[in-house]
């Protein structure tokens, strides 16, 4: 499975970005799509996933603020509202299956204060 992400950019606090990831090749065995992202210095995290089924998880640092959306079985996007500078960060989109995971090259996302 190939990932593509698109959106990211510069921001100011307490506004909003949005996120979308494309999935091409072995989509049919894809069971989860989500966003991770790896500050400076810090380790990669999960923000959100989006499970086959309807099933969605976020990190607490961002329940009620960001909104991940799965549109078709290999498209996914990540609505980013109330940005905080603690968010800033490289996004990386996600897609797993039972066997393997596979990445997107990531995306800046900075949150100005």
Same mark, same amino acid.
């Given at each position: 499975?190939?990932l593509q #992400?698109? $959106? %990211?950019?510069?921001? +100011?606090? $307490?506004?909003?970005?949005?996120?979308?990831?494309?999935?091409s %090749?072995? &989509? &049919?065995?894809? @069971? !989860?799509?989500?966003w991770? =992202?790896q *500050?400076?210095g810090? +380790?990669?995290?999960?923000v #959100?996933v989006? =499970?086959? /089924?309807g099933q969605?998880d976020? *990190?607490d640092?961002?329940?009620? !603020?960001f909104?991940?959306? =799965?549109? #078709?079985? @290999?498209?996914v996007?990540? +609505?980013? @509202?109330?940005?905080?500078?603690d968010?800033t960060?490289?996004?990386y989109c @996600? #897609? $797993?299956?039972?066997?393997?995971?596979?990445w /997107?090259q %990531?995306t +800046?996302?900075t949150?100005?204060?």
């Amino acid at each position: 499975v190939q990932l593509q #992400a698109s $959106g %990211g950019g510069l921001v +100011q606090a $307490g506004g909003s970005l949005r996120l979308s990831c494309s999935a091409s %090749g072995s &989509i &049919i065995s894809i @069971n !989860r799509m989500g966003w991770y =992202r790896q *500050a400076p210095g810090k +380790q990669r995290e999960l923000v #959100a996933v989006s =499970r086959t /089924g309807g099933q969605t998880d976020y *990190a607490d640092s961002v329940s009620g !603020r960001f909104t991940i959306s =799965r549109e #078709a079985k @290999n498209t996914v996007s990540l +609505q980013m @509202n109330s940005l905080k500078p603690d968010d800033t960060a490289v996004y990386y989109c @996600n #897609a $797993g299956t039972s066997f393997y995971e596979s990445w /997107g090259q %990531g995306t +800046q996302v900075t949150v100005s204060s």
